[in-house]
Nanobody, 123 residues
Framework: QVQLVESGGGLVQPGGSLRLSCAASGSIASINAMGWYRQAPGKQRELVAV???????NYADSVKGRFTISRDNAKNTVYLQMNSLKPEDTAVYLC?????????????????WGQGTQVTVSS
């Protein structure tokens, strides 16, 4: 079992900034990719950003130039720096990670999701 815990969400005015954090814990051997999704009421879940073990990144067009994803491999933590926030960024932000972990003495793949953190952008 690999657990992901998000933090950093909250209420912010348009044009403001927030930094989300997501820490992975468990019997982790390695983490391949970590990413952030968001889900707003009445809308499909959207991939916001992803960062791979190579360091390569991808962003949704709607956030490119405003959001930055990064990771601290020593802490098994991924971050999402969100600047110039807009009301349409309001959503529950979900962290995800995949890789390998030790399960019953066997190296096995995992894909885990966090519980989500609410981001509300409003004046």
């Amino acid at each position: 079992q690999v657990q992901l815990v998000e933090s950093g969400g909250g209420l912010v005015q348009p044009g403001g900034s927030l930094r989300l954090s997501c820490a992975a814990s468990g019997s982790i051997a390695s983490i391949n990719a970590m990413g952030w999704y968001r889900q707003a009421p009445g809308k499909q879940r959207e991939l916001v950003a992803v960062i791979r073990s190579s360091g390569s990144t991808n962003y949704a067009d709607s956030v490119k130039g405003r959001f930055t994803i990064s990771r601290d491999n020593a802490k098994n933590t991924v971050y999402l720096q969100m600047n110039s926030l807009k009301p349409e960024d309001t959503a529950v932000y979900l962290c995800t990670a995949d890789g390998s972990h030790w399960f019953g003495g066997i190296l096995s793949p995992f894909l885990s999701w966090g519980q989500g953190t609410q981001v509300t952008v409003s004046s």
